[in-house]
């Protein structure tokens, strides 16, 4: 299996309870490399582009109220089959859902609040990290 690239936020939720390192932690003990991380406040307008293809979805505006609610930070994350590799620890994005042991059904308050971003195609990770970060940020 080729090393991949994937990218991930730790939102609002989490760096409000002080979770950066256990998150962290989970993404590194499932086979994770941080390659890039920053902590960032989002603006308005980053937020909304960043979640353009859910503009039509009726929690939009919510969400991006939370993504903006406080600092996230971004990352870039290395490994083998990354993409697939985070979404199997981040859980499903309700933590109601979510397995034992994922991030979400750790740490997750609800269906919005939910702790992790992880992109879910190859393609996708691409064009979130460029969203991000350049690439001499990203020290593999
Ligand atoms: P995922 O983050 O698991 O890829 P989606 O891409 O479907 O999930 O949704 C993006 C984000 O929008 C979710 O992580 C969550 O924060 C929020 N969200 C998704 N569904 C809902 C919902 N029904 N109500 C409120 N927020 C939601
Ligand atoms: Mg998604």
Redesign the pocket.
């Known amino acids: 299996m080729a090393v991949t690239r994937t990218f991930s936020i730790i ?1 609002p939720d989490a760096t409000r309870r002080n979770l950066t390192g256990a998150v962290t932690k989970m993404l590194e003990d499932a086979g994770l490399r941080v390659v890039a991380s920053k902590r960032i406040q989002m603006t308005r307008e980053q937020a909304e582009g960043f ?1 353009a ?2 503009k039509e ?3 939009f505006g ?2 991006v109220d ?2 903006i609610s406080g600092p996230v930070v971004v990352q870039v994350l290395e490994g083998e089959d990354a993409v697939k590799r985070n ?1 199997d620890v ?1 859980g ?3 933590p109601a859902d979510a397995d034992e042991g994922t991030i ?1 059904k750790t740490y997750a308050e ?5 702790s ?3 992109s ?1 195609s190859e393609e996708n990770a691409k064009i979130e990290i460029d969203f991000f970060f350049n690439e001499d940020e990203i020290v593999g």
């Open positions: 939102k979640y293809v859910h979805r009726p929690f919510e969400l939370f993504m979404r981040m499903a994005t309700n979400r609800s269906i919005e609040a939910n992790v971003h992880g879910d």
